[in-house]
């Protein structure tokens, strides 16, 4: 594994490398720096001694059985892992402003493209700043779509996939499962995902996953693996369904599906304040109580639980030894307030008041099984969305209904600023339930969402069963009603279009208008940067990139977008422009873009404009015949001028 260099400048001292990276992160390559910060030792001409690395971690090399271990492996497995470790050089996201509802004042993003190369994007603005991921991806039934994902080609994988290329090119397949390979195309699909995404999720952060019956074992395996099975938080069964199916052909109706509970780092997450769901018992104040109301329980203990023996005398007179929850002196007190009572006029055993005050107070903790009246079913999430937003027209086959996400949002524990992340989005159920969890808790939490814009008219001629196909017919005749395209994700977008009308129905619209209701939409597109072709027949076309970095076709926003995400900067930034130049800042990251002309002075007029302690300058190298020149007394500048060269790192293209 070898080790990252450094840009010029930034007080990392000067190296001879100094070009931008159109590339995403290498995990590999951020693994190893991380292992040298560690154990320097293992360093060896820039590289990471694996074999000293072994020696160092295993306690006892000479035992024979040291180098076995249990497995969860798969056919695929290890270019899996190829292709999530693998950077991306050849894909950007496009600003759709047009597209986007309040651009200039939401931080809610919804994202265009395969998220496989959308994760990779994200991996250096978004790295350990996602609060909390719901996924509900495509389930194994044999007949979904299932992703394939090109190692080399990416870019002209996703074409694909969207339909954007010919029929005879589309790489949506159907999963049969007389396929030898039924599972494993399954697991190749989302194993690299998963990964990616554990590397954007806070040390206090959670993911959620939906899956059924055909890959919960599988996705055990795979999550144990990546995100450590001492992690694992729970197993929910969530009953979708209100109806008892009667099949004949069924041994066991299936009603329920599950979801998979894991944190980054269990500890850490318990720390930060572990998440709770609204209270769900029945309270009622029929003694009107000063408290308040109230229900009840037990103050008799269980046979198998401890506690103290002493005797009560009931109100009838009658006298009980027993064991009971609290110590005599505890009873008293509880008894002479008015929190212990005896009901069935006086002849029943005690009962200790639990008062709704109190329980709001602690909050409940929920349980793994999730019926249908506390997180919703699919039925009432189908009717919402058909009769809400289209015409009572089912677009949609089994939706997840919002209060299911939003009860996980409760158990996440979020706070203003955090990030919800769905890189299934589907529906954009997860937008509404985030959006409705700030109206009712007053709180700031944002989204990103990501989906495949799928071609509807495709998947309408590859539907393998009636139902699907009817729902396919429905979308594409709402979207025409809507004059809008045939893809998926303009469902979501329309969705999402009309909620703030929605919400104001259902509440005080002085409410709707604190909370952030708007989104910014982005696109996966082929990179504005122009990548080097090593094929000797491509030559004369590969000497273009001495005229401009750039392709043609892009703006000087597309390119200064592209090179922000690349250097780490969040989609919700607005830069500050003057001409051709760029200014974006984070709390944490400052990356000033600079594509117009420039003279030995940039970095004094940068340096009046810096906002925080390290700046990173990203040049378009001139073409200009004083090009050179301008570019060699900048790096001498940087030598000799200790401030700058401890607050910037130049990096050209």
């Known amino acids: 594994m070898e080790i990252l260099k450094n840009s010029w400048g930034g007080g990392k001292g000067a190296t001879s490398d100094c070009n931008f990276s159109a590339s995403t992160p290498n995990l590999k390559t951020e693994a190893a720096n991380k292992l040298a910060k560690l154990f320097p030792e293992l360093v060896v001409d820039g590289q990471i001694d694996v074999d000293a690395l072994e020696e160092l971690l295993s306690p006892d090399l000479k035992d024979e059985n040291a180098s076995e271990r249990y497995e969860f492996t798969w056919r695929g497995k290890k270019n899996a892992k190829r292709i999530a470790d693998a950077p991306t050089r050849d894909t950007t996201l496009i600003a759709d402003k047009k597209g986007s509802k309040d651009w200039d004042n939401t931080k809610n993003i919804f994202i265009e493209g395969d998220n496989l190369e959308v994760l990779k994007l994200m991996q250096k603005a978004y790295s350990e700043k996602i609060k909390m991921i719901y996924i509900d991806p495509p389930y194994n039934t044999g007949s979904d779509f299932i992703y394939k994902d090109n190692f080399h080609k990416s870019y002209k994988n996703y074409l694909k996939e969207t339909g954007q290329i010919d029929k005879q090119g589309n790489s949506t397949t159907t999963n049969k499962k007389t396929s030898g390979r039924y599972h ?126 002493y005797e009560i005398e009931y109100p009838e007179g009658r006298k009980v030894n027993g064991t ?67 015409n009572g027209k089912k677009v949609f086959s089994n939706p997840k209904p919002t209060k299911l996400i939003e009860l996980m949002i409760s158990l996440a524990n979020l706070n203003d600023g955090d990030i919800v992340l769905d890189f299934f989005a589907g529906s954009a159920t997860t937008g509404e339930a985030v959006v409705r969890s700030n109206l009712k808790d007053g709180s700031k939490v944002h989204y990103i969402l990501v989906q495949l814009p799928d071609n509807l008219d495709n998947d309408l001629q590859t539907a393998s069963d009636s139902k699907s196909r009817i729902y396919l017919k429905n979308a594409i005749n709402e979207l025409d009603k809507l004059n809008k395209p045939h893809f998926l994700t303009e469902i979501g977008k329309y969705r999402l279009n009309m909620l703030e009308k929605v919400l104001k129905k259902e509440n005080d619209a002085s409410n709707i208008n604190y909370i952030d209701k708007g989104y910014r939409v982005f696109r996966l597109a082929k990179s504005t940067i122009k990548q080097w072709d090593e094929n000797p027949a491509n030559f004369e076309k590969q000497l273009e990139l001495l005229r401009s970095p750039f392709t043609q076709e892009s703006t000087n926003a597309q390119r200064a977008l592209e090179i922000a995400i690349k250097s780490g900067i969040n989609l919700d930034v607005t830069p500050e422009i003057d001409g051709d130049n760029y200014h974006f800042t984070t709390d944490d990251k400052e990356v000033f873009v600079i594509l117009g002309n420039y003279d030995e002075t940039l970095l004094d007029k940068l340096n009046e404009k810096r906002k925080l302690q390290n700046a990173t300058v990203v040049l378009r190298e001139m073409s200009n015949g004083s090009g050179s020149e301008v570019k060699f007394n900048l790096l001498e500048k940087m030598k000799q001028d200790i401030e700058l060269n401890n607050h910037f790192s130049l990096e050209w293209l």
Do not use: C
């Open 184 to 309: 494993t195309k399954w697991l190749n699909m989302i194993y690299p995902r998963l990964k990616l995404a554990r590397h954007l999720l806070n040390d206090d952060g959670v993911i959620f996953v939906s899956i059924d019956d055909n890959e919960i074992a599988n996705l055990r395996y795979i999550m144990d693996e990546l995100f450590g099975s001492n992690n694992f938080e729970g197993h929910i069964h969530w009953r979708r369904r209100k109806n008892q199916p009667n099949d004949r052909n069924k041994m066991i109706g299936l009603v329920a599906e599950h979801i998979l509970v894991y944190a980054k780092n269990s500890q850490t997450y318990k720390d930060s304040g572990v998440g709770k769901i609204p209270l769900t018992g029945k309270f009622s104040n029929p003694d009107n109580d000063p408290n308040g109301p109230w229900n009840s329980k037990p103050w008799k203990v269980g046979s198998t639980q401890g506690g103290s023996q």
């Open 324 to 390: 009971w929850m609290g110590s005599k002196d505890s009873y008293q007190k509880l008894l002479k307030q008015g929190i212990i009572y005896f009901p069935k006029n006086g002849k029943g055993e005690p009962r200790k008041k639990i008062y709704l005050k109190d329980r709001k107070k602690e909050g409940q903790s929920a349980n793994n099984w999730w019926n249908f009246d506390l997180a919703g079913s699919n039925e009432e999430a189908s009717s919402y969305l058909s009769n809400t937003f289209f």
